[in-house]
């Protein structure tokens, strides 16, 4: 019974293709993200959902466009994979705080991760 | 930039002996967690600590936080084998719904 779920766990491709990768929650979250890490463990959000709505867009290629389509599930749809896109990519969900001056920091869930090689 | 910065890079200990890895930041933070990751796994959350809290325990895991000095360690006490993880703080500005992480500490436990 694992709380967040990725797919592929490994992923080869070349550069140039279109690729997706799919992330489940279980946990009935309401906040959805991804992240990217690099060769040197550095981790950085991409993107993050709320209720299947776009709350964080941070300064990423449009190439990456993710999509929600309820709030268990965010995947993230890759265009034109470049040679810089090979990284692990990280799935992670928390529950949102609803009361914001409660000062209530989330743990976040994640995923075991994508890891993409783009040759 | 980034906002947390772990020290030191990494850190090689016996088993049995303390670990302590140390976070600097840069902005105001309401908290600030660690979490830890196996080689090839996710990250998975260890503490939490709060910005009117000093000092937080769990097990053999404790926290300090210093927000004057922008700081937070991370001390593991009697450390196993199985401690040999990165470990990674992460702050929170505010909402609950961004974390900023830090670069991490690569804590490797020699049996």
């Known amino acids: 019974d694992t709380a967040v779920s990725q797919t592929p766990k490994y992923l080869v491709t070349q550069m140039g293709n279109d690729k997706s990768i799919k992330c489940e929650q279980n946990l009935g979250h309401d906040t959805m993200y991804w992240y990217k890490q690099d060769s040197k463990k550095f981790l950085k959000i991409m993107f993050s959902?709320?209720?299947?709505?776009?709350?964080i867009n941070e300064t990423v290629p449009n190439r990456f466009s993710p999509k929600s389509p309820d709030k268990a599930h965010l995947n993230l749809h890759i265009n034109s994979l470049e040679l810089g896109d090979s990284a692990v990519y990280f799935c992670a969900s928390s529950q949102r705080s609803l009361v914001a001056s409660a000062r209530r920091a989330q743990t976040q869930y994640f995923g075991p991760g994508t890891r993409l090689l783009v040759l | 930039s980034q906002q947390g910065e772990e020290d030191p890079q990494a850190l090689s200990i016996q088993e049995g002996e303390n670990a302590t890895m140390n976070c600097s930041y840069k902005?105001?933070?309401?908290?600030l967690q660690w979490y830890r990751q196996n080689s090839g796994r996710g990250l998975v959350h260890l503490i939490l600590i709060r910005s009117n809290e000093r000092e937080k325990h769990s097990g053999r895991l404790r926290v300090t936080l210093d927000t004057s000095k922008k700081s937070s360690s991370l001390l593991i006490t009697a450390s196993r084998a199985a401690d040999t993880a990165s470990y990674f703080c992460a702050t929170d500005g505010g909402g609950g719904s961004r974390l900023t992480f830090g670069e991490g500490t690569q804590l490797t436990v020699n049996p």
């Open positions: 902005t105001s933070i309401n908290n």
């Open positions: 959902y709320n209720n299947k709505e776009l709350i």
